[in-house]
Structure formats: structure tokens, C-alpha cells
């Protein structure tokens, strides 16, 4: 096998598995959440000790933990991210809370495109609106859609992760950047788990969720994905994402007895279908965010 041929093999692997585990991170939630296994707040907080945990051994491995600085606007978003993600998925299936945040992570980065001065084609506002026209008609008012609090808080989460990469996209060390907000959100999280100390519900089951999400999910699965990251283009980057509903869908099905609706599936294909014609237009001018979800 040529080294080309090496490099691209490594690339894909890297960046599927890398998918798994963003998708992951919503099918690890809502089984804690759904089954009542932890409460939120101890499930958010135990996800970002460990995901610091991790990224924290990583980047000291590789002698970098000296850079540690922190960057309080990339802490708040990523706090902010993890607080709604979870409380979000009391209510929502995995599948929908998944393209929920996918689409409103990249509805905000190409929000920040426009206001930059940005130019989109016609075709770019085609799947713009087609994208929003989906999630609109995925929390509209029906006996299948999702619970109202519930989506605003994903959309939330969305939006605050949509705010995090665009952040992230200043740094020049992604990953110890990365590692930074998860150690200075420690403190953040740890007060949150105060503020809901009276409702506590902790169990084994939950813990080793929490930690499987942080430890590997996010933290592993953030390394994965900036190794990954060497090998593909900012539009490839972006495209991969679409992937990411998709493979939470099929778990939540396999894993979690979900049922797939039709509302679910129409939202979708206009979501999804959206930003990729988004996406194919303006691949070189809007670069996908850094991970997931």
C-alpha cells in the first residue's frame, strides 16, 4: 500500500469513528436521562470532568500541559453547550435532540458568515431556507412533535456550540484549546451540581454513562476528530457532520427502541439536504465546526 493510499485509509477511519463517537455522546445521554439512571446536572458535570480528564493526559503526554490558559468566552460556550445538551435530552429522543443540535450549530456558523459580509448564492439561500423550513416543520405544533422546552434547549445548545467552534477557529492548537475550556468549565460545573444538589439522583449505571460520554465520547473523541481533521478539506469536514443525525437515529432505533416518524424523517431530508447544497456551494468560505456534538 503507497503512503497515499495509507493516508486516506487513516483519514477515513479516524473521521468515521470520529462520527460514532458524536453521535454517541447524544445515544450515552438520553440512555442515562430516559431510563432515570442520573439527573442532569450530575450527568453534565461528570461528562465534563472526565472528558478534562482525558484531554488534560493527552496534551500532557505531548508536553503541552504548561500552555494551559484559559479563554473564558470558549469556557462559557462550551459550559453553556453541555448544560443545555443535557437537560435537553429529558425530553427528547436521541434522534431528534441530534438533528435538533446539528442543525442549529450550522445554522449559526453560516448566521456568522452573513454578517461577515459573506456572500451565498441563490442556491446557498435555496438550502438555507430548506433547512430551516425543517426544523421549523420538526418542532411545529402536532401529536409527534417534540417537547417545546426540550427543543429550545437543544437549539440552545446548538447555538452556543455553533458560537464555541467559531471561537475555536482562531486557535492555532485546537486541541489544547480545547483542553483549556474543559479544565477552566471544572469549577463551572462542580457549582451546577450545587445549585441542583437537592435533586440529585446518581447510580452506578449513570456514572459510568456520564464517564463513557466524557472520557470517551468528547474527549477521545475530540483527539479522534483533530487528527482526522489533518486529512480533509473544510467543506469534507463539514459534509461528514451530515452523518452524524443519521448514525444517532440508527442507535437510538438498535439501542434505544426509538421510533422513527415520518415528521422525523421529512425534517431530515430538508435539514440535512439543505446544508449539504449549502455546504457544496460554499465549501471553501464556510468550514464546518470542529466536532460535534
Known sequence: MTAGRSQILRTVILTITAMIAFAANSLLCRMALGQDFIDAASFTSIRIVSGATVLLLIVSIRGHAKKITANWPGVAALFCYMVFFSFAYLSLSAATGALLLFGAVQLTMFAAAIRHGERFSFLSWIGLGAAFAGLVYLVAPGVTSPDP?????????????????????????????????????????????AVFIASANVSLPGVLLAVASGAFAS???????????????????????????????????????????????????LTIGGIWIVLAQQSRQVPGPPNET
Open 149 to 193: 422546552l426540550g427543543a429550545v434547549l437543544m437549539a440552545t445548545a446548538g447555538v452556543a456550540w455553533g458560537a464555541y467552534s467559531l471561537i475555536g477557529r482562531r486557535s492555532d492548537q485546537p486541541l489544547l484549546t480545547t483542553t483549556s475550556n474543559f479544565i477552566y468549565s471544572v469549577p463551572l460545573a462542580i457549582g451546577l451540581s
Open 219 to 269: 474527549g477521545l473523541g475530540y483527539a479522534i476528530w483533530y487528527a482526522a481533521l489533518a486529512g480533509l478539506t473544510a467543506g469534507r469536514a463539514a459534509t461528514v457532520q451530515l452523518s452524524v443525525p443519521v448514525i444517532a437515529a440508527l442507535g437510538g432505533v438498535l439501542l434505544l427502541s426509538e421510533q422513527v416518524t415520518t415528521r422525523l424523517i421529512v425534517a431530515s431530508g
